[in-house]
């Protein structure tokens, strides 16, 4: 019970840190835009920050609340749109199907995947998804200063290792990805380089064996 109210906890903190930078940023355009010496361009900027916060919450609301359901590439994108820093990141999904539709269990992992992906990209790049066989996914990050959080490959190999980095909201989304991941039945693991094959940041390859 403990580690479920830590969980909770982290959780509602995570969700208060991510929509109280763009709540600031919304609420001061706002008092800005009513005052008459106000340049034009504060209505513009009150108006992308409400777009911004909307966005945020239509991704988090399907990435938390257990009520994703079937996601095609289309909805994927959409929802992208709440990435934090999204004007920096590119959603690359042209190695998968058209026709891609993510179940609810595997949907609701993927959209914690790239929000842990986004995370990984301080400074902003390409997340990319593709196909790897006939229902395992490979997710790719590239990006300057780019790379997995550091306990990750601990969270996904041992679930005791995943509730103890449960330590602050900044570093959240590693052991919540682990811990979903071990919860839907879809199986999470870093894919190493081998021989002569070098990536920067290797990928992450969701396998859904679990699922029918």
Known sequence: ?????????????????????????????????????????????????????????DLLREAWTGEAAGLNLTGLQALARGLPGAHRLRLDLSALPQASVFPPRMARLVLNAILMAAESLP????????????????????????????????????????????????????????????????????LLPTGRVRRAMPPLLLSPESLV
């Not at 479920?4 to 763009?22: F, N, T």
């Not at 108006?47 to 919450?57: C, D, N, Q």
């Not at 996914?137 to 550091?150: Q, S």
């Not at 990750?152 to 989304?173: D, K, S, Y």
């Open 1 to 57: 019970m403990d580690d479920i109210l830590r969980l909770s906890d982290l959780v509602a903190a995570r969700l208060c840190h991510d929509i109280a930078g763009v709540m600031a940023t919304l609420s001061g355009m706002l008092e800005l835009a009513g005052d008459p010496r106000a340049p034009p361009e504060a209505i513009a900027a009150a108006s992308e920050a409400a777009t911004e916060l909307t966005h945020r919450l």
């Open 123 to 190: 400074r902003g790049g390409m997340i990319g998804l593709a196909a790897a066989g006939r229902q395992d996914l490979l997710i790719t990050i590239a990006g300057p200063r780019g790379g997995w959080p550091p306990r990750l490959a601990a969270c996904l190999v041992n679930e005791q290792a995943a509730l103890e980095a449960l330590q602050g909201p900044r570093t959240l989304m590693a052991p919540l990805v682990a811990l979903l991941a071990r919860h839907l039945g879809i199986r999470v693991s870093i």
